[in-house]
């Protein structure tokens, strides 16, 4: 991790949580020198790639940032694994790569058409990822395309916490319940569907960290492997206030304004293959995902810096 948006305090808490050492180094994977020394003194079964930036806008408004930290650093992050032996990768991919086009539920084989400079690097990291296994046979790559990540750990010790403005609706959500904004604005409530207002497929953060630990384990092919990872199911914005209002017991001040532009009215997976294939399973449901976000938010939002001792 290069701590662009994240905190090393972080490290302690997941050996906290899993009464485990978690080696931690500080890398960039744009500085290659740094990367080749991280290679050469480690030695590793395979890579779990989450480095990326991942905000929509930032990415229409600077589209050469996004293709140089998220393109450039997964070609260094591939040399590397030439050069030292590493043969097995899993890619965090997103749903965004199919676009706006796409009709729930949607299956790995729709069209990739994705909207925003963000989901095109998604899909030419994924094209280049596939021609390495077709030059290298002995290569195994896993693409994983998250649907809307949500949720924190039931310890309320790690969770989401951006650095920047957040732009996606869940910590938005925790913003208004923690003070920090005044309303919600709903981004449209005249869409087709049950309320009015989008449906997306919101799937609890440690069910995606098992998705990661399921692929490693199933996929024993080589060659390029892509699944979604998702719940199949749809849940509207007012839903998932609700659902924040009840694990929080305060309520959200909100008002309807006009759509955003690029939001379609519903989105989710069919989550049919990462079932079959890997037995991914969900486990937890949107009251798990907002008490477990509400918990983290009690304990850390608005909070000085982490007080490490008080846990
Ligand atoms: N929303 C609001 N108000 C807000 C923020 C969001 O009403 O202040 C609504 C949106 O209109 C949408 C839903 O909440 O209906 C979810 O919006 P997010 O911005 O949280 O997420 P998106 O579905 O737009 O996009 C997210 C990620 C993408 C990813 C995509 C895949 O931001 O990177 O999910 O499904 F690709």
Redesign the pocket.
């Known amino acids: 991790d290069n701590l662009f948006n994240s905190k090393q305090s972080v490290v302690g808490r997941i050996e906290k949580i899993t009464g485990k050492p978690c080696p931690f180094i500080k890398c960039d994977l744009l500085d290659e020198g740094k990367l080749d020394e991280v290679f050469e003194r480690n030695k590793f079964d395979a890579v779990i790639h989450f480095a990326g930036l991942?905000?929509?806008g930032e990415s229409c408004e600077n589209p050469l940032l996004y293709y140089y930290n998220n393109v450039v650093g997964t070609v260094n992050l591939c040399n590397a694994m030439k050069k030292y032996n590493v043969s097995r990768i899993v890619f965090s991919s997103?749903?965004?790569v199919y676009g706006n086009d796409a009709r729930p539920p949607i299956s790995e084989t729709a069209v990739l058409n994705p909207a925003n400079p963000?989901?095109r690097t998604k899909k030419v990291i994924e094209e280049m990822l596939r021609d390495l296994t077709k030059a290298d046979e002995n290569l195994t790559v896993i693409s994983l395309r998250?649907?809307?990540p949500i949720g924190a750990h039931e310890s309320g010790l790690i969770g989401e916490e951006p650095n920047n403005t957040p732009?996606?609706?869940?910590p938005?959500l925790l913003d208004v319940l923690t003070g920090r904004r005044k309303e919600?604005?709903?981004?449209?409530g005249d869409y087709d569907t049950a309320d009015g207002?989008?449906?997306?497929?919101y799937v609890d953060v440690r069910d995606l960290a098992a998705g990661h630990i399921l692929s490693l384990e199933k996929v024993k092919r080589t060659g390029f492997h892509v699944y979604n990872l998702g719940t199949g199911k749809g849940v509207s914005?007012l839903e998932?206030l609700h659902s924040f209002e009840a694990a929080s017991g305060r309520k959200i001040p909100y008002k309807i304004t006009p759509?955003?532009s690029g939001?379609v009215d519903t989105?989710f997976a069919d989550c049919g293959k990462a079932q079959a294939e890997l037995d991914f399973q969900t486990k937890y449901n949107i009251k798990d995902m907002c008490q477990s976000m509400w918990k983290f938010a009690e304990k850390n939002l608005g909070k000085e810096e982490d007080a490490d001792e008080d846990f």
């Open positions: 991942k905000a929509v997103s749903a965004c963000y989901g998250y649907f809307n732009n996606n609706i869940a938005i919600f604005s709903i981004f449209g207002t989008g449906v997306r497929d914005v998932l759509r955003r939001d989105y």
